[in-house]
């Protein structure tokens, strides 16, 4: 990415607080999330809403294997008290919370509505 070469910020926020890797992520760009993460992008950094590149990233099983081998924070909550377990769940990504449970998502965290994951499996007819 010629832009990294020539100066451009990979931890820059946008007026929401998203960094390009979070958005990477949430497009689910392995590979420009890779090559952010080598030039120094922060994988821990959410946005305004607590965001993180995890949570962003349910929708792939393989962005998420990445992100955690690379020291995502598993539990890391939202401004909704949610984790990346939370939305997989609702998004009917059972392989993705069978990954973050491997490594570590805590099952029994609550979101604001006081909702664990059965209860939000449970919600959602997962």
């Given at each position: 990415m010629c832009l990294v070469k020539?100066?451009?910020d990979v931890n820059a926020v946008s007026d929401t607080g998203s960094t390009p890797v979070r958005s990477a992520c949430f497009m689910t760009h392995l590979d420009i999330v890779s090559y952010l993460?080598?030039?120094g992008a922060d994988i821990q950094?959410?946005?305004y809403n607590?965001?993180?590149?995890l949570i962003n990233s349910v929708q792939s099983v393989q962005l998420c294997l990445y992100?955690?081998?690379h020291g995502a924070a598993v539990n890391a909550k939202d401004i909704q008290n949610k984790t990346a377990l939370?939305?997989?769940i609702q998004e009917y990504r059972f392989e993705t919370s069978k990954v973050l449970l491997d490594h570590g998502?805590?099952?029994h965290a609550r979101s604001g509505c006081n909702d664990?994951?059965?209860?939000?499996?449970c919600l959602k007819g997962a």
């Open positions: 020539y100066g451009a993460v080598e030039n950094r959410g946005n607590g965001g993180t590149c992100l955690l081998q939370h939305y997989a998502a805590d099952p664990d994951a059965l209860q939000t499996a």
